[in-house]
């Protein structure tokens, strides 16, 4: 008001009072003399005013009476002319806020005059408002004359002044309430302790109110005694007043000036006593009506709802509600179940809209609905009126999809037409639908035949009401149909989603909260931590209520809303509707999900579910749920019956796609259609962006997705995601375009939301892993016992969800891996199965390529983790899953072979863990795995695997499904070997290193330290387990093998022993090597005589391996001769050992049996390996030990052939020289010197087993057959070459008594017949005077012997006569060839070339021994040349032996079976006695001759008068020439 108070503003104030006063003059100069003269006084008192006051406008207004005195006579004089200039005057003046409270009570008894005169109405009330809104002076009566003069103006017969009138009431309201406010402002600061309101009678008892404050109490209180048909108490003059008016002016007040109420005890008093009874007692006959009821039955005619009036009273409801519902709350309860009971059905249609107009208005409230929830619903013995709310609007809602019962006809429509168009009749509308397309393109809901549709009413969330804003309406107004529908359907997503809000708000904010005041609590001081500590109690305690809240509001509603939900999902055929309320029901599940009451959740969840699938479609989880039992269930609520209405089946949605149900048995096709597809959508929203609350009801929804994939047709695809792609049982699977299109984006969705658990915490992950599982058994289940499509949905998804957890793998790993191998993978579909490992071995893939942090090589413990499913599937039997295990390995190691580290056991041990009888592809990948690791991994793994390789090698070779792939292992073996030997030391160190580790655990746990081959060191234990390896398959069953890895064995120790420590040699000779010959023995004296027609295939089997025996002497040939090759190389290494004499022992003994096998070839070999080890150089002294190694100093026979052994590949290389090692040895302990006695003690030994071979190898067989084993003539040779070489070390020793075993071996060994077969082979031709290998042998042998005694000592030369005896006894043989045992012999000198081939094959054959004996002859003349004189040859009467022996051949003469022979003999004893008998002249004396002369004569008469008669074909030269022996033989006589 600056503007009035300026100097200018005064000025023209002024000089207008003054223009008006002169105007007033003027016009009453004639008619009104009085006014004029009051005027012109008045123009002087003006000027006087103005020239004596500086506070001009103070000074009018206390002069104001007599200022506006003039005006006032004017208004009385009733001129319209004047009465308006008047009027207008008192206006200016009253702008300019210079009427005194006086001046004002002069003026409205002036217009009260006016306004009884019906003068000038609209001025009247113009002029009203302009003094009541400029100042404040009007109070008491003069103001409530004021606001009566306006309500009288209301009631004129004039239309514009009745609604000036009204809107001057309805102002002048306002300012009265506004001045109220106004004053409570200016008195805000001063405190004042207000007494109480006596709950008295006095309506009047207002002394305690300050003026303004109490006028419009007074106001309020009369427009309760007018609405209420009662004279007023201070609005005294009211002629007529109207109760929707009334009932407006009461509203306004209400809604404007709240805080009034609220702050004033007198006015609270007002709204409890008076306004509330008003409300209830008008609300009478709303409560009372009964659509259709019969009147003659009621003891009284029942007054009938008045639209204006009952709209007007829920206006008032509603703001009563919304503002005063914390001082009115029992109030309230009455109302709102009163508006309640206005939706029943029986209730006029109009009056229903605007009820449920009234609720959707408290339903947009959440805080309101939070009160009503803590006042009544939480409160024991209170009416549940929330619940009830919720439960009313869906009663309603159901209630207009039924028709309504059937009465009399005329009650209905007499009822239709008073109420103006309430009910329409429901069957009326299913005529509409389906007659042309038009109709049912609108928004509907439309259920069992009751079409409703869809009108928009309002914005979301906001309650624009249509029939509550109805004020100039008298009659009730025709509701278009759907109108409550749609209002109802708003009142619910309206409820839904302010609940959801405020709650999830509420929630925030609580979450928020926590975090600051833990985190401030700790950087305070000790009060003030006090107080954080305090505060967050409290804030504790307000969560406590909080929560308690809201779960009573969800548990108040949540039925009611998805009985209401659910059957408006199934009636709507709009899209927009039907994801409005699927929205709701999403957002429903994921509150009672987040504050975790599960019963709800699952119910919301189930009625999606339920939506996604087909009508009626068999899904177990949906059907035995705890929700899910809503189906069949009525609730009722307070008297309100709440029922789940189940899905029609006569839907009218377009049907998008036709598939197969996932059931056990085929059930025909099912149906999806548009809004199918829309709930799935929901489903996945909710799943996606809801998962973290979804807990157990996780199996719900994936449940659903699995058959909505099935019935579409997706299958999974690499990691796990869904494409569309058609089943087995397909053909039945139709899809329109629209599906078609979409199936890409839900396969994504799916994915998405299978990605998004890597935001979920851990619960809930464990939750969905868990459901999952579930699903994926069910799956299983039902693919039991029949050969369709299983669902792979679940496995496909678990697959999924690993892979996007990568990063805390840890947490869900073991229920997935279990579930997929304890379940999955051994299920007897194969195509479940196939998937079971395929998301198992993508997931170990994943997991060991993922960049975890920290990295794997530093995360030992989840690399394990990770790599053990890999192991476990070992114990699965099916091969493809096998196959898909070590296709995953050979993945593993291409890629992360260099990083496996401790993961290394497992994945050795997955490779080893294949069986023999698991299928030759199985045995070949896996075998494929171990070329990768030995070729390119063995550098990069822990030197403590290098065992598990070793093993896993040798497990491939025993493997008998694949030859190849055995011989190969074992040259794997040898490439091992050979890695051991170029990286020894590094090996070496790394062992020790972990052994001393491992023994230190084991020291602490007080356990002992359990390895093989223990104690001996780390590194020589795993050439231990090399050898062992090869061992085990040097005694394979396959020859093949067995022949490899003898080779690779014995060439391993051969080119690598050198590595091992001294001591370890002592487990090589005993645990491996004795160890394998023994069963090699065993293997070969048990192995079957039975022919082997073919190796397998085609190949041919050569005469010499077509038995098993025959194979197996192959075997032990090569490991025989293997063993002494170690013995001889490395004896320098073996005797310091301590029981080298117990192993000599042993191998002599092996050589013996092998010897004496029935086998030509063992034997023969077993004979090599003697020749072998006898080649043994005796350990050096240090003093003369040579720079090189020494030579062998005998030569090997070169019938032995090469030492390198039969038939092996690899030469033997030494990669050190024995001088080198011995040094080794000597550098660290004093050079070893061998005693010589135990050096003898061997070689003796030697000679033992020697003579036990020869005695038990030539001694003739007892009974004689077919199968009768005599040795063969190669044996026989070796045998005795092998003397002279032993003799050599034995000769220091050698007694008589050997010499006579000698003696016996060789004469046996002589004697030995050869067989027919072999004979054409062995013998020379008949012809030929050749000696046979044997008989040169024996003949060396002897030889060597005569040497050494010639050389020898005194005591040796007495074997000088034994020798004789057996030189003799050979050239018997050339007359008398010797027998063998009882076995008969043809002789060769008998049989020509041509008939031998004739005999029969069992036949033996004699040596043609006429040779032998003519060359045994020779020695001996020879030997008694050199011996004649010894005394040994003397006294023994060798001579007389010699000529003894002669004396046959000569005898027989031309009767020897060679005439050579009796000639030699002639010659030899010529020579002989030439020698001899000087020797016995001089010896006569002593008597040793004397029985030699008879001896003599007598040959000489046998020679000489022979009874052999010369052969026919003699020639005349030779009979001379024979004439001339027997004159030499003569003239010796003589002599």
């Known amino acids: 008001m600056s503007s009035t108070n300026s100097p200018e503003a ?433 928004p509907a809901f439309e259920y069992r035949g009751t079409w409703i549709p869809i009108l928009t009413i309002t914005v979301q969330g906001s309650a624009k009401a249509t029939y509550l804003e109805m004020l100039d309406k008298v009659e009730p107004p025709t509701i278009p149909e759907g109108y409550a529908m749609s209002v109802a359907f708003h009142c619910l997503l309206d409820l839904v989603r302010g609940i959801t809000s405020m709650i999830e708000g509420e929630l925030g904010e609580t979450e928020t909260e926590c975090q600051p005041t833990s985190e401030a609590a700790s950087s305070t001081t000790q009060s003030s931590e006090q107080q954080e500590l305090q505060s967050t109690a409290d804030e504790m305690d307000k969560e406590i209520v909080n929560k308690a809240v809201w779960e009573e509001m969800v548990n108040a509603c949540w039925c009611g809303l998805l009985a209401a939900l659910s059957l408006l999902l199934d009636a709507s055929t709009d899209e927009a509707a039907t994801e409005n309320i699927l929205k709701a029901e999403l957002t429903m599940a994921a509150l009672c999900g987040r504050l975790g009451l599960v019963t709800s959740r699952d119910a919301f969840i189930t009625a999606i579910c339920k939506g996604s699938l087909p009508p009626h479609y068999a899904l177990t989880v949906l059907n035995t749920t705890t929700a899910a039992t809503l189906s069949n269930k009525s609730y009722s609520i307070q008297g309100q019956s709440v029922m789940m209405i189940s899905p029609s089946s006569e839907s009218h949605q377009q049907v998008v796609a036709v598939g197969q149900p996932l059931a056990v048995q085929p059930q025909g096709t099912v149906m999806l259609t548009s809004k199918n597809i829309q709930c799935m959508r929901t489903l996945l929203n909710l799943a996606h962006c809801h998962g973290a609350v979804l807990g157990t009801s996780w199996q719900l929804v994936l449940a659903t997705l699995q058959h909505l994939v099935w019935i579409l047709g997706l299958k999974p695809s690499s990691g796990g995601a869904l494409k569309p792609g058609r089943a087995v049982e397909g053909p039945s699977t139709v899809l329109t375009t629209a599906v078609m299109t979409d199936l890409p984006v839900i396969s994504n969705i799916l994915s998405r939301l299978f990605e998004s658990s890597q935001y979920l915490d851990d619960v809930s992950l464990h939750h969905l892993i868990n459901a999952l599982c579930s699903l994926s058994l069910e799956a299983m289940d039902m693919a039991y016992g029949n050969n369709k499509e299983p669902s792979l949905f679940a496995v496909a998804k678990l697959l999924e969800t690993g892979l996007v957890n990568m990063h805390r793998i840890e947490i869900l790993w073991r229920p997935l891996t279990g579930h997929l ?204 387990c090399l050898y062992a390896k090869l061992g085990e398959l040097c005694v394979d069953p396959r020859p093949a093998v067995r022949k490899s890895a003898g080779q690779t064995l014995f060439s391993t120790i051969g080119a690598h022993g050198t590595l091992l420590q001294h001591s370890t040699w002592h487990t090589v000779i005993w645990k491996v090597l004795f160890h394998l010959l023994d069963r090699v023995r065993e293997s070969s004296t048990t192995a079957d005589k039975e022919k082997i027609e073919s190796g397998g295939g085609n190949i041919l089997i050569h005469h010499s391996r077509d038995t098993a025996e025959k194979q197996w002497a192959e075997t032990w040939v090569l490991t025989l001769a293997g063993v002494a090759r170690i013995f001889n190389t490395r004896r320098y290494l073996l005797q310091p050992l301590g029981d080298f004499s117990r192993a000599w022992d042993v191998l002599l003994d092996h050589i013996q049996s092998a010897a004496l096998s029935k086998n030509n070839e063992v034997s023969l070999a077993a004979l090599k390996s003697f020749q072998e080890i006898l080649q043994i150089v005796s350990p050096v002294r240090d003093s003369d030990k040579p720079e090189t190694p020494p030579a062998v100093n005998v030569p090997v026979s070169v019938l032995l052939g090469s030492i390198s052994g039969p038939g092996l590949s690899r030469p033997f290389v030494r990669t050190d020289s024995i001088g080198e090692r011995l040094g080794r040895y000597s550098s660290s302990e004093p050079p070893i010197v061998t005693d010589e006695l135990e050096d003898l003690n061997l070689w003796w030994a030697a000679w033992n087993t020697w003579y036990r071979i020869g005695s038990e190898s030539t001694k003739p067989p007892i009974t004689f057959d077919k199968l009768t084993f005599i040795p063969s003539q190669p044996f026989l040779t070796a045998l005795i070459q092998i003397f002279p070489a032993l003799y050599q070390h034995i000769k220091t020793g050698f007694s008589m008594d050997d010499l006579q075993k000698l003696g016996v071996i060789l004469h046996s060994a002589v004697s030995v017949p050869i067989s027919s077969d072999a004979s054409p082979f062995i013998l020379p031709s008949y012809t030929e005077a050749v000696l046979t290998s044997l008989q040169e042998a024996v003949l060396t042998a002897l030889d060597v012997l005569q040497k050494a005694i010639c050389i020898g000592s005194e005591n040796m030369q007495i074997m000088y006569p034994a020798i004789f005896d057996q030189l003799l006894a050979f050239v018997e043989f050339s007359c008398k060839p010797p027998q063998y045992g009882q076995l008969e012999t043809k002789h060769i000198a008998n049989a020509k070339y041509n008939q031998i081939q004739l005999f029969a094959p069992a036949e033996w054959v004699a040596l043609n021994y006429v040779p032998f004996a003519e060359r045994s002859l020779e020695v001996v003349v020879d030997l008694y040349q050199k011996t004649a004189c010894h005394k040994a040859v003397v006294n023994e009467k060798v001579l007389q032996n010699i000529i003894k022996t002669l004396r046959f051949p000569l005898s027989l003469k031309y009767s020897c079976p060679s005439e050579s022979t009796w000639k030699l003999a002639v010659s030899s004893l010529l020579k002989v006695l030439s020698i001899g008998l000087p020797v016995a002249r001089q010896h006569a004396s002593s008597g040793k001759f004397d029985s030699m002369w008879p001896e003599l004569a007598n040959t000489f008469e046998d020679f000489l008068f022979t009874k052999s008669i010369p052969p026919d074909n003699l020639s005349i030269q030779e009979f001379q020439r024979n004439e001339c022996i027997d004159v030499e033989k003569q003239r010796l006589i003589f002599v």
Not at 265 to 284: A, D, M, T, Y
Not at 945 to 951: G, K, T
């Open 821 to 1024: 191998l304890e379940k999955v993978c051994q299920h007897p579909n194969s195509r479940m199965r196939e998937w079971g490992a395929e998301a198992l071995t993508s997931l170990i893939k994943a997991g060991l390529t993922f960049n975890h942090d920290p990295p794997l090589s530093q995360n030992q413990r989840l690399q394990l983790l990770l790599l053990n499913p890999l192991k476990e599937m070992s114990s699965i039997n099916h091969p493809d899953i096998r196959l898909k295990q070590l296709e995953c390995v050979l993945q593993i190691l291409q890629s992360q072979g260099d990083s496996l580290g401790p993961g290394w056991p497992l994945v050795l041990g997955v490779m080893g863990a294949i069986r023999n009888d698991q299928g030759e592809s199985l045995i070949r990948t896996a075998f494929q795995c171990l070329q990768l690791v030995v070729t390119d991994f063995l550098p990069t793994m822990p030197c403590s695997c290098l065992q598990i390789v070793v093993d896993v090698a040798g497990s491939f070779g025993l493997h008998n499904q694949e030859l190849n792939i055995s011989l190969t292992s074992i040259g794997l073996l040898w490439n091992i070997s050979d890695y051991f030997f170029q990286r020894g030391e590094i090996i070496e160190k790394e062992l020790n290193k972990e052994e001393a580790a491992q023994q230190k655990q084991a020291e602490e746990k007080g356990v002992v330290l359990n390895r093989p081959f223990h104690p001996a060191p780390p590194f020589d234990c795993l050439w231990l």
């Open 10 to 442: 005064v000025k023209k104030l002024l000089e207008n009072m003054q223009s008006d006063l002169r105007a007033l003059s003027l016009e009453c100069k004639k008619k009104f003399p009085p006014v004029k003269e009051a005027a012109e006084s008045g123009i002087i008192k003006v000027k006087t005013i103005a020239a004596r006051n500086t506070e001009i406008l103070a000074a009018l207004k206390e002069n104001s009476s007599e200022v506006v005195q003039p005006f006032l006579m004017g208004c009385g004089t009733k001129e319209p002319k004047i009465t308006q200039l008047c009027l207008a005057a008192i206006q200016r003046l009253m702008s300019h806020e210079v009427v005194s409270e006086t001046a004002a009570g002069n003026i409205i008894n002036m217009l009260w005059q006016l306004m009884e005169n019906s003068l000038e109405e609209l001025k009247l009330l113009q002029t009203v408002l302009v003094l009541l809104t400029t100042n404040t002076v009007v109070h008491d009566e003069a103001l409530s004359k004021a606001i009566v003069l306006c309500f009288r103006l209301h009631f004129t017969k004039d239309n514009i002044t009745n609604n000036t009138a009204a809107a001057t009431v309805r102002q002048v309201v306002t300012v009265v309430f506004e001045r109220m406010v106004a004053e409570d402002e200016q008195h805000r600061d001063i405190i004042e302790q207000p007494a109480l309101v006596q709950a008295n009678s006095n309506r009047r008892s207002v002394s305690t109110l300050k003026p303004c404050a109490k006028d419009a109490y007074m106001l309020f209180q009369d427009l309760c005694q007018l609405v209420n048909a009662d004279a007023p108490y201070w609005l005294v003059g009211m002629t007529e007043m109207t109760r929707t008016f009334g009932l407006e002016l009461l509203e306004s007040v209400l809604n404007d000036f709240p805080q009034v109420f609220l702050q004033h005890q007198e006015f609270s008093f007002l709204l409890k006593e008076r306004v509330c009874p008003l409300v209830i007692k008008l609300f009478s006959p709303n409560i009372k009506f009964r659509q259709g009821s019969n009147t003659s039955s009621s003891p009284a005619p029942v007054e009938k709802p008045y639209f204006p009036i009952c709209m007007r009273l829920l206006r008032v409801v509603s703001v009563l509600i919304k503002q005063f519902y914390s001082l009115l709350v029992t109030e309230c309860e009455i109302f709102l179940s009163l508006l309640v009971k206005f939706l029943d059905a029986d209730k006029p249609q109009w009056l229903r809209a605007v009820a449920v107009e009234s609720i959707h208005r408290l339903c947009v409230q959440p805080q309101l609905l939070r009160s009503f929830c803590q006042s009544y619903d939480m409160k024991q013995h209170s009416t549940k009126v929330f619940r009830d709310i919720v439960n009313a609007l869906g009663s309603f809602i159901q209630s207009l999809f039924l028709v309504p019962p059937t009465g009399n006809p005329a009650t209905a429509n007499q009822a239709g037409n008073n109420n103006a168009g309430g009910t329409v009749s429901a069957p009326a509308n299913p005529g509409m639908l389906g007659i042309g397309g038009g109709v049912t393109l609108l």
